[in-house]
C-alpha cells in the first residue's frame, strides 16, 4: 500500500531489466487465455 495514486504511478518506474525473469516466472502461473486482469482499490477519507 502507498500513500497516493501519483507514489504508485512512481512505483512502475523502478522496474529493472532483472526483474523481468521474475514477473515471466508469475505470469506462467496464470490459466486462461486472457492475460490476468489488474485492478486497484483506492481508500478515501
Known amino acids: 500500500m502507498v500513500e497516493s495514486w501519483f507514489a504508485h504511478l512512481r512505483q512502475h ?3 529493472t ?3 523481468s ?6 505470469r506462467q502461473f496464470h490459466l486462461g487465455p486472457a ?3 489488474v485492478s486497484h482499490q483506492i481508500v478515501t477519507g
Open 13 to 15: 518506474g523502478w522496474t
Open 35 to 37: 492475460p490476468p486482469t
Open 21 to 26: 525473469p521474475v514477473f515471466e516466472r508469475a
Open 17 to 19: 531489466g532483472e526483474d
